[in-house]
């Protein structure tokens, strides 16, 4: 079954896409892992795209070998028309493991949005929505 590290953002545990798509019961978490490159808030959601900085999510496997295709609608990916999806869903080699594991690439532009430092989406937003 193949990895996903789909989990740096609104994926992760504890986090609503999380609970929407039962990710809990159709992906099996590994361990914390970390990959290069550069994360925008967009509001109610990040945006992965590419560059030097590490980000920081969770690695799982597949349980059900239907996730992709949802994971795929969830992020607006359509692999017949990739110049139009919101994500591009690509392998991408992990830092930490040592592995490679199938992310969601943000597809548009993110000038103007607030980058996330840190890499970590869930800290961040708590942090953000914790603002008066």
């Known amino acids: ?12 545990r504890g986090e609503e896409g999380h609970r929407q798509l039962d990710l809990g019961r159709r992906l099996r978490y590994l361990m914390p892992c970390t990959v290069r490159g550069r ?7 990040p945006a992965f795209v590419a560059g030097e900085g590490i980000i ?3 690695l799982c496997e597949a349980a059900d070998p239907a996730i992709l295709a949802d994971l795929d609608a969830f992020e607006e990916y359509d692999p017949d028309r990739p110049a139009n999806s919101l994500y591009l869903r690509e392998r991408v080699a992990l830092i930490e493991p ?3 594991a199938f992310i969601y690439r943000y ?8 980058e996330i430092a840190s890499g970590d989406w869930v800290a961040y937003r708590a942090a953000r929505d914790a603002r008066p």
């Open 98 to 100: 040592r592995r490679e």
């Open 39 to 45: 994360l925008f808030d967009l509001g109610a959601y």
């Open 1 to 12: 079954m193949p990895l996903v590290f789909v989990l740096y953002g609104s994926l992760r």
């Open 56 to 58: 920081h999510g969770d």
């Open 107 to 114: 597809n548009g532009p993110f000038d103007g949005f607030p």
